[in-house]
C-alpha cells in the first residue's frame, strides 16, 4: 500500500510541476504578446525570429501537448499519429507564412536573406513572416520542389495530419451524413416538384370552368399568353387586373407582382451613397526591406563628416533618418561654426558623395542641428492604399481629409482642407503635380458622400480631368474654357454672399455650426436643408491668369479671404510659377502651399518665399509647406496609377448620376451680374465722363486718363476694360494706340 501511495504522489506531483510550467509558460506568452517592459519586448522579438508573426500558435500547441503528455488521464489519448499530424500542421504552418517572403529568391539565399535581416526584426521592424524555421524550411522544399511544388507538398501535408489525427472510423461517420443529407436533399425536391404538378393541374381545372377568359383578350390574345408579361412590364398587368376582375385568384397575383417591383424602384432611388471601398485599390505588394540604403547611408553619414572636418568644421552627427527617396543627416556644429559657412558647401558636398543633388536646412527648426538630406539608392513607393488604411481614428471623421505622402521620418501625412483652408501647387511638367491632383480627388471619392461634399473642376488643359467627368460629386461639368472659368468663379463668390446671409438669418458663424443645427428637429421643420462643402480645383491657373487676369485674381482673393466659413475651399495649381501668375494677392490669401521641383531658385522663392524647390527630385519629391509651420516639409508623395483612377470613378458612376446645379450650365450671361468688376466700374460717377473725353479726343489708355482726371492705375485700367467690353473702343495691339469705334458725330446723332 505505501509503494501504491507513493507512486500516486509522484503521479501528482508530476502533475503539478505540469501545471506550474504551463502557467509559467502562460504568463511568458501574456507578457512576450503585450511587449511588457524591457523583458516582454525581448521576448516578442526573440519569438518572431524564432516561429515568426504565428510564434504565439506555435507557444500554444507546446503547452496543449506538455498537459497532455504528462498528465495521466489524458495521457491514453494522446497517440504518436496525433502527435505527428500536430507536428505536420506547425510546420505546415510555419512555410505557408514563410510564401510571401520574396518569390524572387530560392534555396539557401533565403535563410541566407532572413538571417540577414534579424537585427532589424530584434528592432521591430518589418514582418518576420515564418520565422528562422519557416525560412529554412522553405529554403530546403525550393531546392527540392520549387514554389509551385512546395504548394502541392503544403496540401499534401495538411490532409495527411488530418488523417492521422481524426480516426477512421469518424471520417466513416462523416461521409455517412453527408450522403443523408443528399438523400433528403432529394425527397424535398421531388415533393416540391409533386407540389407543382399539383398546382398546374389546378390551373387547368380553373381555366375550363370559367369560360369568360376566353371572351377577354389583350390584343387579340388570351390571358393564358400574357402571363409573362405580368412579369415584366407593370402596365400590361395593370390593364389585365382592371379586366379580369371576376377571377379573384389571378388579380392576388398580379397585385403582388406589382407591390413588389414598386418597391425595387423606390428603395433603388432611397438607397444612400456608398463611398468607393479600398479593395478597388491596388494591393500592398509584401516586398522584401532591402538594407542597400542602410548600408548607404551608414557610409555617407561618416564620409559626411569627415569632408566637414577637411574643411575646418568640426561636427557631429546625431541622427539619421531613412525616408522613402531621401536620406536625411542631422549634423551638430561647433558652436563657433558659422551655418552659412555649411551651406556654402553644398556643391562640395555632393561633388564629394556623388549625388544627384542634396538640400541643406540651416538650422533644422527647433534643433541646434543642421539637415542634409542626401538621395537614396533605391526609392520606395508611395501607395494610396497604405496611407487610406493609416488614418488616425480621431481624424477618420473629417470629411475634407486626404492624403499627402510621408515624411523623411516614414510617418503618414494627411491633410485637413477645412483648416489650410486652401491650397497653392506649383511645380513644373513631370514634377508630379498631376498626380498630387489624382490624389486629393481619389481620397475625396474614398472618403466622402457626393452629398457631403461637391467639387467644382477646372482643367483648361482639357485632359487631366478626364475620368471625373461622370462623378456624382461635381457641382456642374467640368469646366475647360478660361473665360467660362472666369464666370464659374464668380458665380462660387454669388454663393458665398448668399451662404452668408443664410447665416445670419439662423444665427450662426459657419457651415459646421449650420449643418450640426439643421440635424435638430426644430429646424427641420423650418425647412432647412444641410449644405454640402464645396471644393474648387483649379489644374492650370496662367491660363486663366492670360485671359482673365484682373478678375479671376479679384475673383480668388475673395474666395481665399471670407470662403472658409462657407464652406468653399480653394485648391490652385500651376506648372509656371511666376509673379505674373502667382501674384502678391494670391498668395497672401493662400498660406499653404507645396513646391514641386522648379527651374530655378527664383521659382521656389516665388512658391514657398525660400529656395530649395529647385534642388528636389521631381516624381512625386515635394517641399510642403502648411499654415503655422516654421519652414517646409519635405515630403515623397502618394502614387496613385490611372487604373486606381479609373476604377474608383466607374464605381462610383455606377451609383449616381451627377446633379449640376443650374448656374454653372449657362455661364455665357455672368458677364452683366451685378458682382463682376465690369458693372462695378460702370458705376463708377466718373464712367460717362470719361466716355466722352475718349470719344472727343479719339485715344485711349490707363495713362491718359491717370494724367487727365488725377486717378489711379487701377481704377483707371479697369475704366479701359469697360471702355473695351461696351465697345467704344478696340483692343490693345501691342505698342500701337487703341482704336475708338464710336465717333463723335454718331454719339451726337445717337443724342
Not at 496525433?82 to 510546420?91: D, H, M, R
Not at 533565403?110 to 528562422?132: L, R
Amino acid at each position: 500500500m505505501a509503494r501504491r501511495k507513493s507512486a500516486k504522489k509522484k503521479q501528482q506531483e508530476k502533475e503539478l510541476y505540469t501545471y506550474l510550467a504551463v502557467v509559467i509558460i502562460g504568463a511568458i506568452l501574456l507578457i512576450a504578446c503585450m511587449r511588457l517592459g524591457i523583458v516582454g519586448t525581448f521576448l516578442y522579438n526573440l519569438f518572431r525570429v524564432i516561429f515568426g508573426e504565428y510564434f504565439y500558435v506555435v507557444l500554444i500547441y507546446f503547452c496543449i501537448m506538455a498537459i497532455w503528455h504528462n498528465i495521466k488521464r489524458f495521457k491514453k489519448s494522446l497517440t504518436v499519429s496525433i502527435l505527428i499530424g500536430t507536428i505536420l500542421l506547425v510546420l505546415a504552418l510555419l512555410i505557408w507564412a514563410m510564401l510571401p517572403y520574396d518569390r524572387s529568391l530560392s534555396g539557401f539565399t533565403i535563410f541566407e536573406s532572413f538571417v540577414d535581416n534579424i537585427p532589424t526584426y530584434f528592432a521591430n521592424q518589418g514582418n518576420s513572416y515564418g520565422g528562422i524555421i519557416g525560412a529554412l524550411l522553405l529554403s530546403v522544399f525550393t531546392i527540392l520542389f520549387d514554389y509551385q511544388g512546395t504548394m502541392i507538398i503544403l496540401v499534401v501535408m495538411i490532409i495527411i495530419a488530418l488523417l492521422l489525427m481524426v480516426p477512421i472510423s469518424n471520417i466513416n461517420k462523416i461521409f455517412d451524413s453527408g450522403n443523408k443529407v443528399i438523400e433528403k436533399s432529394k425527397e424535398l425536391l421531388t415533393s416540391d416538384d409533386e407540389e407543382d404538378d399539383y398546382e398546374e393541374d389546378e390551373e387547368e381545372i380553373v381555366s375550363n370552368h370559367m369560360p369568360l377568359i376566353n371572351t377577354i383578350d389583350v390584343d387579340d390574345e388570351p390571358i393564358s399568353t400574357n402571363k409573362k408579361s405580368l412579369f415584366i412590364e407593370v402596365d400590361d398587368s395593370e390593364e389585365e387586373i382592371e379586366e379580369v376582375k371576376p377571377i379573384e385568384k389571378v388579380s392576388t397575383k398580379t397585385i403582388d407582382v406589382e407591390n413588389k417591383s414598386t418597391n425595387v424602384k423606390t428603395n433603388a432611388k432611397l438607397a444612400p451613397y456608398v463611398p468607393a471601398p479600398l479593395s478597388l485599390l491596388d494591393p500592398l505588394s509584401s516586398i522584401k526591406k532591402s538594407t542597400k540604403n542602410q548600408i548607404s547611408a551608414r557610409e555617407k553619414g561618416e564620409r559626411l563628416i569627415e569632408i566637414l572636418e577637411n574643411f575646418g568644421i568640426n561636427a557631429k552627427l546625431i541622427a539619421t533618418h531613412i525616408g522613402p527617396s531621401v536620406t536625411k543627416f542631422e549634423v551638430r556644429p561647433d558652436t563657433n561654426v558659422k551655418v552659412s559657412k555649411i551651406q556654402s558647401l553644398s556643391d562640395n558636398i555632393k561633388m564629394e558623395l556623388a549625388a544627384r543633388d542634396i538640400r541643406i536646412e540651416a538650422p533644422i527648426p527647433g534643433k541646434n542641428a543642421v539637415g542634409i538630406e542626401i538621395p537614396n539608392i533605391e526609392s520606395t513607393m508611395v501607395k494610396m492604399k497604405e496611407l487610406m488604411m493609416g488614418i488616425p481614428k480621431e481624424q477618420d471623421d473629417k470629411p475634407l481629409l486626404f492624403a499627402l505622402g510621408k515624411d523623411l521620418m516614414g510617418k503618414n501625412v494627411y491633410c485637413q482642407l477645412d483648416k489650410m483652408p486652401h491650397l497653392l501647387i506649383a511645380g513644373q511638367t513631370g514634377s508630379g503635380k498631376s498626380v498630387c491632383m489624382n490624389t486629393i480627388i481619389t481620397s475625396f471619392l474614398l472618403r466622402c458622400s457626393c452629398d457631403d461634399v461637391k467639387l467644382l473642376l477646372i482643367d483648361p488643359k482639357k485632359v487631366e480631368f478626364t475620368p471625373y467627368h461622370k462623378i456624382p460629386h461635381l457641382l456642374g461639368p467640368v469646366i475647360s474654357d478660361p473665360t467660362k472659368a472666369n464666370n464659374a468663379l464668380k458665380i462660387v463668390v454669388n454663393i458665398m454672399d448668399e451662404r452668408y446671409d443664410l447665416f445670419s438669418q439662423v444665427g450662426v458663424r459657419n457651415i459646421s455650426v449650420y449643418n450640426q443645427k439643421v440635424k435638430s428637429q426644430t429646424d427641420k421643420e423650418n425647412g432647412l436643408k444641410p449644405l454640402p462643402y464645396i471644393v474648387v480645383i483649379i489644374d492650370e491657373l496662367a491660363d486663366l491668369m492670360a485671359v482673365a487676369g484682373k478678375e479671376v485674381e479679384l475673383s480668388i482673393q475673395r474666395i481665399t479671404q471670407l470662403a472658409r466659413a462657407a464652406g468653399i475651399h480653394l485648391i490652385v495649381a500651376t506648372q509656371r510659377p511666376s509673379t505674373d501668375v502667382i501674384t502678391g494677392i494670391i498668395k497672401a490669401n493662400i498660406p499653404s502651399r507645396i513646391a514641386f521641383n522648379v527651374s530655378s531658385s527664383i521659382d521656389s522663392r516665388t512658391i514657398i518665399d525660400q529656395s530649395g524647390a529647385e534642388r528636389l527630385l521631381g516624381n512625386g519629391d515635394m517641399l510642403y509647406y502648411p499654415t503655422g509651420e516654421p519652414s517646409p516639409i519635405r515630403l515623397q508623395g502618394v502614387y496613385v496609377t490611372d487604373d486606381e483612377v479609373n476604377r474608383i470613378c466607374e464605381y462610383v458612376n455606377a451609383q449616381r448620376t451627377p446633379i449640376y446645379d443650374d448656374a454653372f450650365i449657362r455661364l455665357e450671361g455672368v458677364d452683366n451680374n451685378e458682382n463682376t468688376a465690369v458693372m462695378s466700374a460702370c458705376d463708377d460717377p466718373l464712367y460717362e465722363e470719361i466716355k466722352d473725353y475718349v470719344v472727343e479726343v479719339q485715344k485711349a489708355s490707363a495713362s491718359l486718363l491717370q494724367r487727365r482726371f488725377g486717378i489711379g492705375y487701377n481704377r483707371a485700367a479697369r475704366m479701359i476694360d469697360v471702355l473695351e467690353d461696351k465697345g467704344i473702343i478696340g483692343p490693345q495691339q501691342g505698342s500701337k494706340p487703341r482704336e475708338v469705334y464710336l465717333k463723335k458725330e454718331n454719339e451726337n446723332k445717337e443724342v
